[in-house]
């Protein structure tokens, strides 16, 4: 991973799909894109059947005429290796090549995303094809980077999965003794004699075992991540050397362990789609950009949004273009450098023709579509952000909040104390927190150099490892604040329960001693005594070496202890072992970060609307100021709106649903005037 992806401005567009349409339709197109100031487009996604009609033979002539007339109207390209898409060709002639769910049924062609990434055939298909492009293509003017294959995250659950989750296995773990010690296999007469009998986790009577459960989404993770490897190592081969990216998937599932994925790749890219069209839509916009920089470790490419909808239990809401604008420009002052679509033009035919676009069925003369040309013009404005500081991070963050993908695969597993928590749902109540009080975020990576948070919050991570112990003890004892919420620290890797009290691989550095973990029926909520409201779970919870920081009131815990503190070395180990509501999560929290002296971007700006995010730039910072809020709100600094080159020293008035983007010298002040 390079941090550094610096196209020079900030990139526009979106997916396109010419072999969907008519050269006619191509020319239009291009136009289209110019009259917006669109430079990007994301290309081949789904286009195998396209470029290899029959195995072996490649028709290339029409992705020529298409990069030709791009690269004459100057405009960019992402080039995607096709292979989340085999066409029906491949699956026919290798059956074993299709997917197998872990009810025995193997997928048939007709959708996407069908293959199974174990299978020889399909790997040797994928390198052949990505070869083919890299030679091609490989050193094309327009070619902003590699786009290879498209949201990995097809599990298989056959044989030629088996195989490589066996060698896997022995890999891990050397002797089928500690694979069945890690296993727990004496549980339900699970013992193995050899590797040769362990399956991947398939249909079964009853619960299936947690440990396979996890091992088999790390090695799925890392299967994946050995086929995008091979992909990249093909495109150098030919000569390549455009950056490398895959596109990684939001809010819905993970199948990606996103960190070590990263090291893979020169940046990470990002498909975000919303899940609310409530005010929560900003927050969300917030959570993904921060994720996204965090794995990249720098700037990220924003690589799908949608431009015109929401899809909310089945509807799609609408998002207006003022919206889309601010969301895009949310993307941007967290580190995206770009603000590219799914799609550009909408499908006519085929599974997502509802699916919103910038060239909406309605066509040029639309609503959807003067909101993209009022978006390229202000992304135009805002072409200094794109350049990069010199040295540290784009945007800076006291707070980082552990994201480990282990622990959402842990909460996936079956029969945990309540079924209610999921990790993103709860990851996302942490951030909002944070970003409701205004206050910026890293996420961070397990075991990472995190000496530089002032704060670091572990929300619901269920395993943690020997090393990941030691790391946070080693935190607290150097200085840092740990908070660590409910449903934590619980079990080792291999999700083996830690005895002797909860949350047993924390006790000693959290000073406490759980008996009892106590959710709460649907809907119940208790109190605490310092006002805070909780939810979902409670623990019977004794403090054997901290300091009570509420206690809960409510039925035979009353009186007892429920958030905890304790003091080491030179920090502080937070227990809490209640789950908040939200807003007592957001009073707590921003108390916590204010004790402190944490405090956020612009004070005063969250609670009238006003989202306010630093991006620091090349000797110069950003000041982003997107108004979600319905009153006019006037910011002072010494500095000019790059949108609308007014100066904001006498007071820029940022009007409700409006943005700014203040140009200042590094690290001046901004403040709200009343
Ligand atoms: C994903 C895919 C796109 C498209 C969109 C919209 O993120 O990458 O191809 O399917 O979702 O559903």
């Known amino acids: ?108 062609h007709g959708s996407r995303d069908t293959y199974a990434v174990s299978a020889p055939a ?49 890999a891990r773990y050397g002797t089928v003794e500690a694979l069945n010690r890690a296993w727990c296999t004496a549980f339900w007469s699970q013992g193995y004699s050899s590797f040769a009998e362990v399956e991947p986790p398939r ?44 596109n990684y998937m939001l809010p819905t599932w993970n199948h990606l362990e996103q960190w070590s994925w990263a090291d893979e790749l020169d940046v990470v890219s990002l498909d975000h789609y919303l899940d609310t069209a409530g005010p929560d839509a900003e927050a969300h916009v917030a959570y993904g950009s921060d994720l996204a ?39 941007i002052a967290r580190g995206s450098q770009s603000s590219l679509f799914f799609q550009w033009r909408q499908s ?64 996936e597993t079956p029969d945990l104390p309540s079924a209610q928590l999921r990790y993103g749902e709860e990851q996302r109540a942490t951030h909002r927190s944070f970003h409701r009080a205004g206050i910026p975020t890293d996420f961070v990576r397990p075991l990472a150099d995190v000496s530089r948070y002032r704060l670091l919050v572990l929300t619901c991570q269920y395993p943690l490892s020997d090393a ?63 006002g805070t409201v909780a939810e979902e779970w409670t623990e019977l919870l004794a403090a054997t070496d901290a300091e009570v920081l509420a206690r809960y009131t409510h039925a035979d815990l009353a009186g007892l202890p429920a958030i905890t503190r304790a003091r080491r070395g030179a920090g502080t180990a937070t227990y809490v072992s209640a789950r908040w509501t939200q807003e007592s999560r957001d009073t707590w929290l921003r108390a916590a970060a204010q004790e402190l002296g944490i405090g956020p971007t612009l004070p005063g700006a969250a609670e009238r609307g006003l989202e306010a995010v630093r991006r620091r730039g090349h000797g110069v910072d950003h000041l982003f100021l997107l108004h979600h809020g319905d009153r006019t709100v006037r910011v002072q600094a010494k500095g000019t709106d790059l949108v609308s080159g007014a100066s ?14 203040l140009s200042l010298p590094p690290g001046t002040a901004a403040r709200l005037l009343p």
């Open 1 to 108: 991973m390079s941090g550094s992806f610096a196209p020079g401005r900030l990139l526009l567009g979106g997916d396109w799909s010419p072999e969907q349409w008519d050269p006619a339709t191509w020319d239009e197109d291009v136009e289209l894109l110019r009259e917006v100031r669109a430079n990007t487009v994301s290309l081949g996604i789904f286009s195998w059947s396209s470029l290899e009609p029959e195995e072996g033979r490649f028709e290339t002539a029409w992705l020529d005429e298409v990069l030709d007339r791009l690269d004459m109207a100057g405009i960019g390209y992402f080039l995607s290796t096709p292979t989340a898409s085999p066409p029906p060709w491949f699956s026919l002639a290798h059956p074993d090549a299709l997917p197998v769910r872990p009810d025995g049924v193997r997928l048939t």
């Open 293 to 331: 920089r965090s794995w990249s470790g720098g700037p990220w490419v924003l690589m799908e949004q949608n431009a015109t909808g929401i899809k909310v239990d089945g509807r799609t809401l609408a998002k207006s273009p003022e919206r889309m604008l601010r969301h895009s420009l949310g993307y």
């Open 203 to 246: 249909a079964t009577q009853y619960l299936p075992n947690p440990s396979q459960a996890i091992d088999f989404r790390r090695f799925s993770s890392d299967e994946m991540r050995a086929a995008l490897r091979e992909q990249r190592e093909e495109i150098r081969a030919a000569g390549s050397q455009a950056p490398v990216t895959t």
């Open 348 to 411: 006519a035919g085929g599974a997502e023709q509802w699916h919103g676009a910038l060239v909406p069925h309605a066509g040029r003369d639309s609503r959807a579509f003067r909101g993209v040309r009022r978006l390229g013009e202000v992304l135009e404005s805002l072409a200094p952000v794109a350049a990069l500081p010199e040295e540290g991070p784009l945007v800076e963050a006291e707070v980082g909040l552990l994201w480990h993908a282990d622990g959402w695969w842990a909460l």
């Open 468 to 530: 990941e112990v030691t790391w946070l003890e080693e935190y607290v004892e150097g200085g840092g604040h740990l908070v660590v919420t409910y449903l934590s620290g619980l079990a080792d890797e291999h999700l083996h329960v830690a005895t002797g009290g909860y949350p047993g691989r924390l006790r000693e550095l959290l000073g406490v001693r759980g008996e009892e973990i106590l959710p709460l029926p649907a809907r119940e909520v208790v109190t605490l005594d310092d």
């Open 122 to 170: 399909y790997r040797e298909a994928s390198r052949r094809i990505a070869r083919l492009l890299g030679e091609r293509y490989g050193d094309r003017p327009g070619l902003r980077g590699w786009h290879l294959h498209n949201e990995y995250g097809t599990l298989d659950h056959g044989p030629h999965a088996a195989r490589a989750f066996r060698a896997w296995l022995r």
């Open 648 to 661: 904001a020293a006498p007071g820029l008035a940022v009007p409700a649903g409006g943005v700014a983007v």
